[in-house]
Nanobody
Framework: QVQLVESGGGLVQAGDSLRLSCAVSGPTFSAYSVGWFRQPIGKEREFVAGIRWSSGSTFYADSVKGRFTISRDNAKNTVYLQMNSLKPEDTAVYYC????????????????WGRGTQVTVSS
């Protein structure tokens, strides 16, 4: 069972940057794809970015392309989400998810979730 712990959230102003971390542990997580999702208050959870651990391949939601970057550090077993040019509409609880298999199943397939970290962007 893969376990995930998010950190790095906080309160920032519009235009600022923030880096989220997702510490991953468990057996053979190199076979997983890991992604970031977010859930604004009163709205459904939505996909943000994903990475295939073994290859480093990535993909992003249109709303964050060019502003957010997902990466992983093999030595630290950690996935990062670098968020630049933050907007008030980026305000949400950000969750990390791990799914066994390729990026294509990251959104729809079941997986392991972290507990989330709050990101608040003031205008």
């Amino acid at each position: 069972q893969v376990q995930l712990v998010e950190s790095g959230g906080g309160l920032v102003q519009a235009g600022d940057s923030l880096r989220l971390s997702c510490a991953v542990s468990g057996p053979t997580f190199s076979a997983y794809s890991v992604g970031w999702f977010r859930q604004p208050i009163g709205k459904e959870r939505e996909f943000v970015a994903g990475i295939r651990w073994s290859s480093g391949s990535t993909f992003y939601a249109d709303s964050v392309k060019g502003r957010f970057t997902i990466s992983r550090d093999n030595a630290k077993n950690t996935v990062y989400l670098q968020m630049n040019s933050l907007k008030p509409e980026d305000t949400a609880v950000y969750y990390c998810k791990a799914t066994l298999g390729p990026l294509g199943v990251l959104i729809a397939a079941s997986g392991s979730w972290g507990r989330g970290t709050q990101v608040t962007v003031s205008s």
